[in-house]
Structures are given as structure tokens and as C-alpha cells.
């Protein structure tokens, strides 16, 4: 348990830090800015409580607001996904799944995973960009913004898994 | 109680949801100018709708009431119309209009303004006394008119003065005729208020009522036809009963009776010659 929670403190503070040092300055062609510390939501494991889930997703987005200087949004985004992220595992999961399943290529499938990946990676984005707007003055800017900073995100989450399972 | 925790329980994660999402709004609104101006902006505007279509429902809800008011205060001021209304029509003697159509009336004829010297409405046989006379052209027989209506007749000149004998003398009689008809009678004054008189031989089968206008009916070379006289105040048989006897509002104030004109009409003389000699051939 005490292992548990310190692993993931560690991946918050590593995903945090890259936010911070590296992905916080890229933006492509002036719109595709990867949030790759939505991979924090994707680790955890089949069974793990609603309520821990929640919060560990609200503090990880607060910490990241305050690296990004965007108070409440990635909260507000994080808590969002953490919501969404168990059921959906619950779906995806075969039905003779173990009960601590952590999600992976490994364990889902290659197109599991992608799936999983995509819709959270998607929900995840949509919310951070339309509360970081907060207007639809500029539809056209907020769903380019938005949809290549999924497909950004979509796929360091998916090289992270790579080398994640490949170190495990 | 039970029920509470175990709703509690079962949706724990809805509440803390809701409550981390709660935090983080919070914290957007806190420390974003541009979320919380665009959330002041959303949130003024939304009230205020609301508060709009509030006081759009209660006013509806109040319609019933007010209608109670609207249809009392109506009837108030309904009677007020009445009431003013009749006090308008008994003080200015429809004037403006008056006014008016006398000058139009008079458009034909020469007008000498003239200056009221003395004048007096307390007797049986009043006369008034002008500032104009043979020098200015003023003969006998001339009539007198003033903005709201007839005078009276010049009685008497000296070189720059004239004696009016005016409506308001009991042997005064001018030719007066109810307006839209052709029926005429003699207008004359019994005495009494300064401001009605009497209009006899109305014949029977005229057809008229209370509130028609009286003019000169052009019927002597005295006044034309069509000058204002007064509105039909009140009718009654005359003493034969062959006739009505009118009773005229008259249009003249002649108690504050100050600026008049004396009516020159053209071939005034030449027409009255003739009538005298005409009458002095059938006798």
C-alpha cells in the first residue's frame, strides 16, 4: 500500500516535472501543446477506489497548475478523467481479468490500450482547452488547439506505456 | 439517518466529485482575471434574465389586480372627463374656432378696430360707446362684431365717437338663423344674465337641439351672414305656442367686453337706400 503510494507519487512528481521543464515549451506550429501527465490517470489499476482516484488526480492537476500558471484548470480536467477512468477500465478489461489489473498493452491488447488511451486522452483534452477558453469566440482555434494537442498527448502517453512496460 | 449514510456510502464518489470539482472552479475563477470577468460577465447576465423573467411572472401573476385598479381609475377619470369637459364648453365658448371662422366670415367686409369707452350691462337698455366716428367712416346702422361674436349696432355717431346700441338692450332685434339649417328667428334680450338671450319664431317643425350653433343669417345690410352668435342653451314654446323660443348661449362676454370692430360693408348704403325707398313706396 505504502509501496503503491509512493510509486505514484513518483510518477506524479516525474509527469509534473516534465510538464514543467520540457512540455510546457513546446508549441507546435503555435497550437499543439502535449499534457502527457494525464499517463498518471492511465496507470492506475483495475479495483482501486473511486475516492483515492479522485484525489490523486485533483492533487497531480493542481500541482500541474501551479507549474503551468493555469490555476484550476488542470484540476478541474484531472478530476474529470479520474471520474471516468475506472468504469472505463471496467469495460475494456477482459471478463476473466484479475481484480488488480493494471492497464497495459500487456493486459488489454495493443488496440485495448490505444482505446483506453484515446477516449481518456480525448476527454481529458476537450475539458482542459474549453475551460481554458471559457469562450467559443474562436471555435476553429479551440478545436485545432485541442485536437493536436490530443494527438500530441495521445502519443507520448502511448511511448510511455512502451517504455514503461518494456522497463517492467 | 440510515438511509443518509447509506446514500453517503453507495454515492460517495459523486460528492467528492463534486466537491473536488467545486475546489477547482473555485480556484479557476480565483486566480484567472480573464475566467472570472467572463464568470462575472456570464453570471450578471444570467441573473439579471432571471430577475427579468421574475418580475415578467409576478407581474403576470398581478395582472388581475391591476386590471381592478386600471378599470376603477377609469371610471374616475371618466367622470373627471365629464365634469371638465362641461366646464370647458360653459367658459370658453368654443372661442378659437370661433375666432376663426368669424374671420373668415368677415373676409369680405371692411373691419375698423375700435376702442370700448364705456359700457355697461346692468340695465334694461345698455349702450356702449366706441372711440370711433363719423370721421373715421362709422355711420348709424353699421354693425359691431368682436372675436367671439356679435356686439350690436352703431346707434349713434358724433365727428370720433359712436353710440353702440348692443345686444344687451331691449330694443335690440338681429336677424339670426341656426347654423347647417335655414331656419331663422329674431335674436333679443329679456334682461336677466348678460350672457343669454333669446332667439323667437323658430317655426314648429325645425329640427334642431341644445348645444347648435346661432349665426347671422345675412338677412339686412347689418352684419353678414354666418358671424357667431351663441349655442342653443335651452329651448321652450314660445307664449302662442306656435313657436320655439330659443335660449342662446351668447358667445360675446360683453362684462369684459375691451376691443370690437365695426363691420363696413361695401355697398352697405346703397343698400339700405333701397330698402327705405321700397318701404316708402308700400306705404
Known amino acids: 500500500m505504502l509501496l503503491t503510494a509512493l510509486q505514484r507519487l513518483l510518477w506524479m512528481t516525474a509527469l509534473v516535472a516534465a510538464q514543467l521543464f520540457v512540455f510546457n515549451h513546446v508549441h507546435l506550429f503555435g497550437y499543439a501543446t502535449p499534457l502527457p501527465f494525464i499517463y498518471f490517470l492511465l496507470l492506475f489499476r483495475l479495483g482501486t477506489q473511486r475516492w483515492s482516484i479522485l484525489l490523486w488526480g485533483f492533487v497531480c492537476g493542481v500541482l500541474t497548475d501551479i507549474v ?101 | 439517518m440510515r438511509a443518509l449514510l447509506d446514500f453517503l456510502t453507495k454515492y460517495h464518489h459523486w460528492l467528492l466529485l463534486i466537491l473536488l470539482e467545486g475546489l477547482s472552479l473555485v480556484l479557476l475563477f480565483q486566480f484567472n482575471h480573464y475566467h472570472n470577468s467572463v464568470w462575472m460577465t456570464t453570471a450578471n447576465t444570467v441573473v439579471g434574465h432571471a430577475t427579468a423573467w421574475e418580475q415578467e411572472a409576478l407581474r403576470y401573476i398581478h395582472l388581475g389586480e391591476v386590471n381592478e385598479a386600471l378599470t ?80 350690436g349696432i352703431i346707434f349713434m355717431t358724433s365727428e370720433h365717437y359712436a353710440i353702440v346700441q348692443p345686444l344687451l338692450n331691449s330694443h335690440s332685434r338681429i336677424s339670426c338663423r341656426l347654423r347647417g339649417s335655414e331656419y331663422f328667428g329674431y335674436l333679443r334680450w329679456e334682461g336677466g344674465s348678460p350672457l343669454v338671450a333669446t332667439l323667437d319664431d323658430i317655426p314648429r317643425h325645425a329640427r334642431f337641439r341644445v348645444g347648435d350653433i346661432v349665426e347671422t343669417s345675412g338677412f339686412s345690410s347689418v352684419f353678414p351672414s354666418g358671424i357667431f352668435v351663441g349655442k342653443v342653451a335651452a329651448i321652450e314654446n314660445s307664449d302662442d305656442g306656435l313657436s320655439y323660443k330659443l335660449h342662446i348661449q ?15 360693408q361695401r355697398f352697405q348704403s346703397e343698400l339700405r337706400n333701397l330698402e327705405q325707398k321700397a318701404d316708402s313706396l308700400s306705404q
Open chain 2, 72 to 151: 376603477r381609475r377609469n371610471l374616475i377619470l371618466e367622470q373627471n372627463n365629464e365634469v371638465l369637459t362641461r366646464q370647458l364648453q360653459a367658459l370658453t365658448h368654443d372661442s378659437t374656432w370661433t375666432e376663426r371662422k368669424q374671420a373668415e366670415r368677415l373676409r369680405d367686409v371692411q373691419l375698423l378696430p375700435a376702442k370700448v369707452i364705456t359700457n355697461s350691462v346692468l340695465h334694461r337698455n345698455n349702450f356702449i360707446t366706441i372711440d370711433r366716428g363719423e370721421a373715421d367712416g362709422v355711420a348709424p346702422e353699421m354693425g359691431v362684431v368682436c372675436g367671439t361674436g356679435i356686439v
Open chain 2, 250 to 264: 351668447l358667445g360675446t362676454d360683453f362684462s369684459s367686453l375691451q376691443d370690437v370692430s365695426v363691420v363696413q
Open chain 1, 68 to 168: 503551468s500558471l493555469t490555476p484550476g484548470v488542470g484540476a478541474a480536467s484531472m478530476t474529470l478523467v479520474a471520474f471516468i477512468q475506472p468504469p472505463l477500465l471496467a469495460l475494456l478489461v477482459p471478463e476473466d481479468a484479475i481484480e488488480d489489473l493494471r492497464p497495459g498493452y500487456d493486459t488489454l491488447g495493443f488496440w485495448g490500450y490505444v482505446r483506453y488511451a484515446v477516449v481518456l486522452t480525448f476527454v481529458f483534452c476537450l475539458a482542459y482547452f474549453l475551460i481554458l477558453s471559457f469562450s467559443f469566440q474562436r471555435p476553429l482555434d479551440l478545436a485545432i488547439s485541442c485536437g493536436a494537442s490530443w494527438g500530441l498527448t495521445l502519443l507520448l502517453c502511448l511511448i510511455f506505456e512502451g517504455f514503461h512496460r518494456a522497463h517492467e
